[in-house]
């Protein structure tokens, strides 16, 4: 199991479940969630096999600001 903790730049609830849905097609055993009231917006990604370098393009590729966080 990988845990994949990204910052990010979504700010709303809308937009944090659209995210979501869109990384759901692509990791579909993957447990994913925003912490918004995070200064950094944070991106939980929770599964096997996970890419963080395919995560970061989804979100850029939707206007999203994300990058790993250590």
Known sequence: MMIEVFK????????????INVL???????KINFDL???D???RVEG????????????QSHGFICEALD
Not at 8 to 19: D, L, P
Not at 24 to 30: A, G, I, L
């Open 24 to 30: 759901q097609k692509h990791f579909p055993d993957s």
């Open 48 to 59: 096997e096999n996970l890419l963080p370098g395919s995560i970061i393009k989804l979100l």
């Open 41 to 43: 917006n944070v991106l």
């Open 8 to 19: 990010t730049s979504v700010g709303e609830q809308r937009s944090a479940q659209k995210i």
């Open 37 to 39: 009231g995070d200064c």
